[in-house]
């Protein structure tokens, strides 16, 4: 069965899970993350999802759910889940030494690096160097994450113009059975484009829909070409719920 012949039959079940990344799948990549905006057919089309009986939408990124608050523009009952599944609004941020050493490591190397930047999460310490010169950045990045895996307890993951060490934490596959677990009986469709994504993929069972949107290794049994692609599948869902 093709994509779209698997979203229509899951499209017309009485229930079901549909999550979606942010950056890359809903929203172009932009060089500052503060400018990101979600395709306007793709967001009206989840707004109108998640108001039909059966159906939970929710926005799973590596963002904190205060950017996604501020940037999504979509409220209750899209269910917003921030920093890979550890932030969901509310709560106080963990207070740890290590995320503090691993912040001040990172800090100097981007003080180092023009165009780069740090970002303090809950639970994690992301190192961005979109708007870095590209060897340049592509080098202390790959330095910064071999420095982190050598830390005891902390979780490094590399995505796009992005490393990103966690303590204490989850992740988006993580969040998918969290998810799942607080639903009806029904199949989970995700679409997601970065590496962070693949936990998501490989969390899926059988009958799910995992969709990679862009080029890369995957665990996804499908993929689109973009933000164009996911907009499309986002429409045959939403055609075949409306039946």
Same mark, same amino acid.
């Given at each position: 069965?093709?994509?779209?012949?698997?979203?229509?039959?899951?499209?017309?079940?009485?229930?079901?899970?549909?999550?979606?990344?942010?950056?890359?799948?809903?929203?172009?990549?932009?060089?500052?993350?503060?400018?990101?905006?979600?395709?306007?057919?793709?967001?009206?089309?989840?707004?109108?999802?998640? #108001?039909? +009986? %059966?159906?939970? &939408? *929710?926005?799973?990124?590596?963002?904190?759910?205060?950017? =996604?608050?501020?940037? @999504?523009?979509?409220?209750?009952?899209?269910?917003?889940?921030?920093?890979?599944?550890?932030?969901?609004?509310?709560?106080?941020?963990?207070?740890?030494?290590?995320?503090?050493?691993?912040?001040?490591?990172?800090?100097?190397?981007?003080?180092?690096?023009?165009?780069?930047?740090?970002?303090?999460?809950?639970?994690?310490?992301?190192?961005?160097?979109?708007?870095?010169? #590209?060897? +340049? %950045?592509?080098? &202390? *990045?790959?330095?910064?994450?071999?420095?982190?895996?050598? =830390?005891?307890?902390? @979780?490094?993951?590399?995505?796009?113009?992005?490393?990103?060490?966690?303590?204490?934490?989850?992740?988006?596959?993580?969040?998918?059975?969290?998810?799942?677990?607080?639903?009806?009986?029904?199949?989970?469709?995700?679409?997601?484009?970065?590496?962070?994504?693949?936990?998501?993929?490989?969390?899926?069972?059988?009958?799910?829909?995992?969709?990679?949107?862009?080029?890369?290794?995957? +665990?996804?049994?499908?993929?689109?070409?973009?933000?164009?692609?996911?907009?499309?599948? =986002?429409?045959?869902?939403?055609?075949?719920?409306?039946?």
């Amino acid at each position: 069965m093709n994509l779209h012949g698997h979203l229509s039959r899951i499209g017309r079940s009485k229930s079901f899970l549909l999550a979606v990344d942010f950056d890359g799948t809903l929203a172009p990549l932009v060089d500052d993350p503060d400018a990101a905006t979600g395709d306007p057919t793709s967001m009206t089309l989840l707004a109108d999802l998640a #108001e039909r +009986a %059966g159906i939970t &939408v *929710a926005i799973v990124s590596g963002r904190t759910y205060a950017d =996604l608050e501020r940037l @999504v523009g979509l409220g209750p009952p899209v269910r917003l889940i921030g920093e890979h599944g550890n932030d969901l609004g509310g709560g106080a941020d963990l207070d740890d030494g290590l995320l503090a050493r691993i912040e001040e490591h990172f800090e100097a190397a981007a003080d180092r690096l023009p165009g780069s930047f740090v970002e303090r999460k809950r639970r994690t310490v992301a190192f961005h160097h979109r708007r870095a010169e #590209e060897e +340049a %950045g592509e080098a &202390v *990045a790959a330095s910064l994450a071999d420095w982190a895996l050598g =830390l005891p307890d902390v @979780v490094v993951t590399v995505g796009k113009k992005v490393v990103e060490a966690a303590v204490d934490s989850v992740h988006k596959g993580d969040a998918i059975v969290a998810l799942r677990g607080e639903l009806p009986d029904g199949p989970v469709v995700f679409l997601g484009d970065d590496t962070t994504d693949e936990h998501a993929f490989r969390a899926l069972q059988e009958g799910d829909v995992g969709v990679k949107v862009g080029e890369g290794p995957t +665990a996804a049994d499908y993929r689109v070409g973009g933000i164009d692609g996911v907009r499309e599948a =986002l429409a045959v869902l939403a055609a075949s719920a409306r039946r």
